[in-house]
Protein backbone atom coordinates (compact mmCIF):
# COMPACT_ATOMS: atom_id res chain seq x y z
CA UNK A 1 0.00 0.00 0.00
CA UNK A 2 1.45 3.33 -0.80
CA UNK A 3 2.37 5.52 2.53
CA UNK A 4 -0.19 8.30 1.19
CA UNK A 5 -2.46 5.61 1.37
CA UNK A 6 -1.37 4.94 4.85
CA UNK A 7 -1.38 8.01 6.01
CA UNK A 8 -4.94 8.98 5.21
CA UNK A 9 -6.19 5.58 6.84
CA UNK A 10 -4.25 6.47 10.33
CA UNK A 11 -5.64 10.14 10.47
CA UNK A 12 -9.16 8.00 10.77
CA UNK A 13 -7.94 6.37 13.77
CA UNK A 14 -9.42 7.49 16.78
CA UNK A 15 -6.87 9.31 19.37
CA UNK A 16 -4.09 6.96 21.13
CA UNK A 17 -2.42 9.02 22.79
CA UNK A 18 -4.76 11.04 25.36
CA UNK A 19 -3.27 13.11 28.22
CA UNK A 20 -5.37 15.37 30.57
CA UNK A 21 -4.41 18.77 31.61
CA UNK A 22 -5.68 20.07 35.00
CA UNK A 23 -4.74 23.39 35.82
CA UNK A 24 -6.13 25.24 39.00
CA UNK A 25 -8.72 27.92 38.78
CA UNK A 26 -7.35 30.60 37.18
CA UNK A 27 -7.18 33.82 39.65
CA UNK A 28 -6.31 37.57 39.16
CA UNK A 29 -3.13 36.91 40.97
CA UNK A 30 0.06 36.94 38.90
CA UNK A 31 1.98 34.11 38.06
CA UNK A 32 1.79 31.21 36.02
CA UNK A 33 -1.01 28.32 37.52
CA UNK A 34 0.04 25.49 38.43
CA UNK A 35 -0.67 22.43 35.51
CA UNK A 36 -0.43 18.61 36.04
CA UNK A 37 -0.61 15.91 33.32
CA UNK A 38 -2.42 12.25 33.81
CA UNK A 39 -3.01 9.29 31.70
CA UNK A 40 -6.70 8.94 31.47
CA UNK A 41 -8.73 5.68 31.32
CA UNK A 42 -10.17 5.23 27.72
CA UNK A 43 -13.01 3.71 27.04
CA UNK A 44 -14.75 3.99 23.83
CA UNK A 45 -18.34 4.30 23.58
CA UNK A 46 -19.92 4.22 19.57
CA UNK A 47 -22.93 6.03 18.49
CA UNK A 48 -25.30 2.92 18.60
CA UNK A 49 -24.35 2.37 22.55
CA UNK A 50 -26.21 3.18 25.40
CA UNK A 51 -26.32 6.64 26.47
CA UNK A 52 -26.37 5.76 30.44
CA UNK A 53 -23.53 4.09 30.36
CA UNK A 54 -21.38 7.60 29.78
CA UNK A 55 -22.90 8.13 33.23
CA UNK A 56 -20.65 8.54 36.34
CA UNK A 57 -20.03 5.02 38.05
CA UNK A 58 -19.55 6.21 41.34
CA UNK A 59 -19.39 9.85 43.27
CA UNK A 60 -16.65 11.93 42.19
CA UNK A 61 -15.86 10.71 38.86
CA UNK A 62 -14.82 12.46 36.77
CA UNK A 63 -16.10 11.88 33.00
CA UNK A 64 -14.48 13.38 29.65
CA UNK A 65 -15.75 12.76 26.19
CA UNK A 66 -14.14 13.59 22.84
CA UNK A 67 -16.46 13.43 20.24
CA UNK A 68 -14.28 12.01 17.40
CA UNK A 69 -15.69 11.60 13.63
CA UNK A 70 -13.09 10.17 11.45
CA UNK A 71 -15.58 11.22 8.50
CA UNK A 72 -15.93 14.79 9.42
CA UNK A 73 -13.53 17.50 8.89
CA UNK A 74 -14.37 19.46 11.74
CA UNK A 75 -12.16 18.97 15.33
CA UNK A 76 -13.37 16.84 17.85
CA UNK A 77 -15.12 18.54 20.41
CA UNK A 78 -14.40 17.27 24.08
CA UNK A 79 -17.01 17.86 27.07
CA UNK A 80 -17.07 17.23 30.59
CA UNK A 81 -20.21 15.41 32.48
CA UNK A 82 -18.55 16.10 35.48
CA UNK A 83 -19.92 18.78 38.40
CA UNK A 84 -16.48 19.86 39.34
CA UNK A 85 -14.59 19.69 35.83
CA UNK A 86 -14.54 22.21 33.18
CA UNK A 87 -12.59 21.83 29.58
CA UNK A 88 -11.04 24.65 28.61
CA UNK A 89 -9.19 23.57 25.66
CA UNK A 90 -8.21 21.06 23.24
CA UNK A 91 -4.34 21.06 21.93
CA UNK A 92 -3.35 18.39 19.48
CA UNK A 93 0.46 18.05 18.75
CA UNK A 94 2.93 15.21 17.75
CA UNK A 95 4.19 12.64 20.70
CA UNK A 96 8.02 13.22 21.97
CA UNK A 97 9.60 10.04 21.18
CA UNK A 98 7.12 8.04 19.65
CA UNK A 99 7.40 8.11 16.23
CA UNK A 100 11.29 6.84 16.89
CA UNK A 101 10.44 4.13 19.59
CA UNK A 102 7.44 2.65 17.22
CA UNK A 103 6.94 1.38 13.56
CA UNK A 104 3.89 2.38 11.71
CA UNK A 105 1.23 0.26 13.92
CA UNK A 106 -1.80 1.66 12.31
CA UNK A 107 -2.48 4.26 15.32
CA UNK A 108 -3.77 8.17 15.12
CA UNK A 109 0.02 9.72 15.12
CA UNK A 110 -1.05 12.86 17.12
CA UNK A 111 -1.09 13.54 21.04
CA UNK A 112 -4.64 15.10 22.34
CA UNK A 113 -3.89 16.67 25.32
CA UNK A 114 -7.47 17.78 26.98
CA UNK A 115 -7.34 21.16 29.15
CA UNK A 116 -9.37 21.25 32.10
CA UNK A 117 -10.00 23.10 35.39
CA UNK A 118 -11.70 22.35 38.56
CA UNK A 119 -14.07 24.48 39.62
CA UNK A 120 -14.41 26.10 42.90
CA UNK A 121 -16.54 24.61 45.26
CA UNK A 122 -19.86 26.13 46.67
CA UNK A 123 -19.70 26.74 50.22
CA UNK A 124 -22.77 28.55 51.08
CA UNK A 125 -21.64 29.04 55.11
CA UNK A 126 -18.56 31.00 53.45
CA UNK A 127 -20.45 32.70 51.38
CA UNK A 128 -22.54 34.63 54.40
CA UNK A 129 -19.38 36.19 55.94
CA UNK A 130 -17.47 37.42 52.76
CA UNK A 131 -16.47 40.78 52.88
CA UNK A 132 -17.16 42.71 49.65
CA UNK A 133 -13.67 42.50 48.44
CA UNK A 134 -13.77 38.85 48.24
CA UNK A 135 -17.23 38.53 46.85
CA UNK A 136 -15.84 40.43 43.76
CA UNK A 137 -12.63 38.02 43.58
CA UNK A 138 -14.73 35.28 43.79
CA UNK A 139 -16.78 36.11 41.11
CA UNK A 140 -14.09 37.56 38.82
CA UNK A 141 -12.69 33.83 39.13
CA UNK A 142 -15.65 32.35 38.30
CA UNK A 143 -16.07 34.23 35.50
CA UNK A 144 -12.37 33.52 33.92
CA UNK A 145 -13.38 29.78 34.45
CA UNK A 146 -16.98 30.09 32.32
CA UNK A 147 -14.99 32.68 29.90
CA UNK A 148 -12.11 29.95 29.32
CA UNK A 149 -15.02 27.62 28.66
CA UNK A 150 -17.55 29.37 26.62
CA UNK A 151 -14.41 30.56 24.39
CA UNK A 152 -13.51 26.79 23.38
CA UNK A 153 -17.17 25.84 22.92
CA UNK A 154 -16.95 28.56 20.59
CA UNK A 155 -13.65 28.26 18.79
CA UNK A 156 -14.94 24.23 18.27
CA UNK A 157 -17.92 24.81 16.84
CA UNK A 158 -16.79 27.61 14.50
CA UNK A 159 -13.30 25.94 13.22
CA UNK A 160 -12.27 23.14 10.95
CA UNK A 161 -9.13 23.09 12.42
CA UNK A 162 -7.79 22.28 16.19
CA UNK A 163 -7.20 25.39 18.85
CA UNK A 164 -3.21 25.37 19.56
CA UNK A 165 -3.89 27.42 22.70
CA UNK A 166 -6.57 29.26 24.43
CA UNK A 167 -6.49 32.54 25.41
CA UNK A 168 -5.86 33.36 29.00
CA UNK A 169 -8.34 35.32 31.10
CA UNK A 170 -8.18 39.22 30.84
CA UNK A 171 -5.98 41.69 32.70
CA UNK A 172 -7.48 42.20 36.39
CA UNK A 173 -10.22 44.34 36.29
CA UNK A 174 -12.07 43.05 33.34
CA UNK A 175 -15.25 41.04 34.03
Same mark, same amino acid.
Given at each position: ??? @???? +?? %? #? ?6 ? !???? +? #? ?8 ? *???? *? %?? &???? %? ?17 ? !? ?6 ? @? ?5 ? =? +?? *??? !? #?????? &?? *? ?14 ? =? ?7 ? !? ?12 ? @? ?30 ? =? ?10
Amino acid at each position: MPE @STQR +SI %H #AEDPPYYI !LVSH +S #AAPTNAPGVP *STTL *S %HP &VIQY %HYADDPADALLPQYPGEQI !LIIDYDPN @SSAAPAV =K +SL *SSD !L #AVTGLR &VT *SPPGARAAEDDMGRNE =KMYILETTV !LPEENMDEDEYMSP @SAVLTRFRQRNAVLRLALEYGDTAAMDDTIQQ =KLTAPGPQGQP
